[in-house]
């Protein structure tokens, strides 16, 4: 049951590294070219948030730095599918970048993400090796 707990909480990091990183290369090239921040189902996908309300613009180096974030979050989902602790520390580790950037950007799925992915890795921390 632990186990399933695990890849439960590795397929959170990579729904949440890949579900929001789909979207950054396709950012990153429409930002980089001047042609501003894309939509994505009538939605902008990395701008209008928090971030912008504080003076910080959606730019190729913020979104860089998500798509490692999102990057980092696959590996550790396929550490923590193979049952290593390494995965697990990463994945606890990267919340709270992570939520930098939902905030920042406005991503409520995030957090929802995060609190099952770590209340998972609590379940079943003692099976990891």
């Not at 980089?32 to 009538?42: D, H």
């Not at 902008?44 to 490692?68: K, R």
């Not at 995965?87 to 709270?96: I, K, R, S």
């Amino acid at each position: 049951m632990r186990v399933r707990a695990l890849r439960g909480a590795a397929g959170c990091l990579w729904l949440d590294g890949v579900g929001f990183g789909v979207f950054v290369p396709f950012a990153i090239w429409s930002v980089s070219t001047g042609r501003g921040v894309p939509e994505a189902f009538g939605y902008p996908t990395y701008g209008g948030g928090p971030f912008e309300d504080y003076g910080i613009p959606t730019s190729t180096p913020l979104l860089l730095a998500y798509l490692l974030v999102c990057g980092l979050e696959v590996v550790a989902g396929r550490l923590l599918w193979d049952g290593r602790r390494s995965g697990a520390v990463l994945g606890l580790v990267l919340v709270p970048v992570g939520a930098v950037f939902w905030w920042g950007f406005a991503l409520p799925a995030g957090p929802v993400l995060a609190l099952v992915r770590c209340g998972l890795i609590g379940y079943g921390w003692r099976v990891l090796r």
